[in-house]
């Protein structure tokens, strides 16, 4: 059995449960290996299952080992059957399910043809929880992503021009990032000139870089089902007189955060960190999102690092979570500043992933 399946049957047994159904992708991918399209994951101490179509079977059995798989025919031996199936077989009469992966329609279906011979439990945040603490081979994925985001920045940066399209600056960055290996971009690359570096999360778009106008570039790696995840804010030119106050600000914020990770703290209290130095400045309402989020096989995961937590429970770092920390200052009509670093929570206390390269002030 491996160690995230011990894991889950250590928290179902916590919550009394003595199977559970697992339906969403990525958690399928977590525990079992499982990348196929279609499928659900039965895990219960004796025995664990991916139950997949015909089109996976073969695929299953390679990707999942440890798993036995369950073939699904439609119609004939559905998910429900196969429940039934194997809840005789192992004994056990209740199983819980993903309330935020199985939607109205699935759960409606499947209890329909359960027809009352097994008990459905919803469950929030289970597997979510288990992925928040990252295991060494899920860190060298992330290192891997980490790194070849950091590589692509550093080099496409000083290849930008005034001229470029923030189309064109995007479509650099993605093509470097599949040509250093990586299977897409995390998510869809934001590069944001000027008054568009105002709008946190900009679709690149027609508008040229410029000259001397914040120009805000976010963007991140995706390798073996992991995500890189980078800001850097840069100017092409000279800036004006307010870049650098701004900029200081922000990375000052990110400062004191970085400072401030380590295990035990509360995801509130570091998100203070930065924002009460942002607010003291005065620019607390131009900093409209929280300062971090875990990331992982999502870009946004659980820990989320804000100022409120969903619920009000607040989550403490542990060792072993990778979190963003990325303050920003919005300015309408004139642009933004957001730095963003991804750090591993250690024992002591943090180790900063992200390597790529900051501006820096010239004086003198
Ligand atoms: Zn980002
Ligand atoms: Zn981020």
């Not at 509360?266 to 929280?290: N, P, S, V, Y």
């Amino acid at each position: 059995m491996s160690q995230r399946t011990s894991r889950l049957l250590a928290v179902l047994e916590e919550q009394g449960l003595p199977a559970m159904l697992i339906t969403s992708p990525i958690n399928i991918a977590y525990l079992s290996g499982f990348t196929g399209s279609h499928g659900a994951v039965l895990v219960t101490p004796a025995e664990s299952f991916v139950l997949t179509d015909s089109r996976y079977v073969l695929q299953a059995g390679d990707e999942s080992p440890g798993f036995a798989v369950c073939q699904l025919v439609e119609p004939g031996k559905e998910i429900a059957d196969w429940l039934v199936e194997l809840a005789g077989r192992l004994g056990f009469d209740q199983c819980g399910f993903e309330a935020d992966h199985l939607t109205y329609a699935g759960h409606a279906a499947l209890a329909q043809g359960l027809a009352g011979r097994l008990e459905l439990h919803p469950t929030a945040g289970v597997v979510e929880g288990l992925r928040m603490l990252k295991d060494a081979a899920e860190l060298d994925a992330m290192r891997r992503a980490i790194d070849l985001t950091d590589q692509v920045m550093d080099a496409v940066l000083p290849q930008l021009r005034p001229s470029h399209t923030e189309r064109q600056a995007a479509w650099m960055l993605e093509q470097a990032l599949r040509e250093g290996g990586a299977e897409r971009p995390s998510f869809p690359i934001i590069v944001a000139a000027g008054p568009n570096a105002a709008l946190a999360h900009h679709r690149p778009g027609d508008d040229l870089l410029g000259q001397g106008r914040p120009i805000i570039i976010d963007m991140g790696a995706h390798i073996g089902g992991y995500n890189g995840d980078l800001t850097r804010t840069i100017f092409l030119g000279e800036p004006d007189d307010r870049f650098w106050t701004i900029y200081d600000i922000v990375a000052d914020a990110q400062q004191r955060a970085l400072a401030g990770v380590r295990p035990g703290v509360q995801a509130h209290e570091l998100d203070a960190l930065a924002r009460d130095h942002i607010t003291a400045a005065g620019f607390g309402d131009q900093f409209g999102h929280g300062l971090g989020h875990g990331i992982g096989m999502e870009v946004h995961e659980v820990p989320f690092v804000r100022w409120t937590t969903p619920g009000g429970q607040s989550v403490p770092l542990q060792a072993g979570m990778v979190t963003s920390i990325e303050p920003g200052i919005y300015l309408e009509g004139w642009g933004g500043v957001r730095i963003e670093d991804l750090v591993l929570v250690t024992p002591k206390g943090c180790e900063i992933l992200s390597s790529a390269a900051k501006i820096q002030k010239v004086t003198g």
